[in-house]
């Protein structure tokens, strides 16, 4: 699996966002073994852009490791400073199921209540109208009631 190349733009995005992480794999004396690779991917699945602490100072070892889990895990090289390593890979888009049965949920709406006495400023007030209430002109929240309904006579007389 290859790479993933980016501009330096977008590496510069991405370095500025990995710079609070802290590092959620680490590498050890055994070096890029199966298990650290298995871990990598799965940070990578879970987080998308992650740090890898390498516990070796030889530089070229670690440019190696950087460039082989790049490849290996179709991700891409984002910033090898020091023993840091960083790494960014696309998160999958979750599908999430669609409930043709749900409600619409509450909404927060914001009501102005003018004063009876002239020249001061109207009351902002939010409030939140559930799913089944409605807003009256005065500006209080009712429960929506279902429409009534008509009789067949009424029907046939307009």
């Known amino acids: ?43 990578l699945n879970a987080h998308g ?3 890898i602490r390498v516990f070796s100072d030889d530089r070229t070892a670690r440019e190696a490791m950087f460039l082989t889990l790049a490849d290996e895990l179709s991700a891409a090289p984002i910033q090898h400073i020091g023993k840091l390593l960083v790494l960014w890979r696309p998160k999958a888009e979750k599908e ?17 209540k003018y004063s009876k006495r002239a020249g001061q400023r109207p009351e902002v007030k939010t409030l ?9 002109a005065g500006g209080n929240v009712r429960r929506a009631k279902p429409k009534p309904k008509v009789s067949l006579k009424k029907r046939s007389q307009t």
Request: proline letters at 8%; a positive charge.
């Open 1 to 43: 699996m290859p790479q993933i190349q980016l501009t330096p733009a977008q590496r510069k995005v991405h370095r500025a966002e990995a710079h609070h992480l802290d590092p959620v794999v680490m590498v050890g004396g055994d070096g890029l073994t199966a298990a650290v690779k298995k871990e990598a991917d799965a940070a």
């Open 49 to 51: 852009l992650i740090k």
């Open 96 to 112: 999430r199921p669609v409930d043709e049965d749900r409600m619409p949920g509450p909404r927060d709406v914001k009501v102005l």
């Open 128 to 136: 939140r109208v559930l799913g089944n209430q409605r807003l009256t």
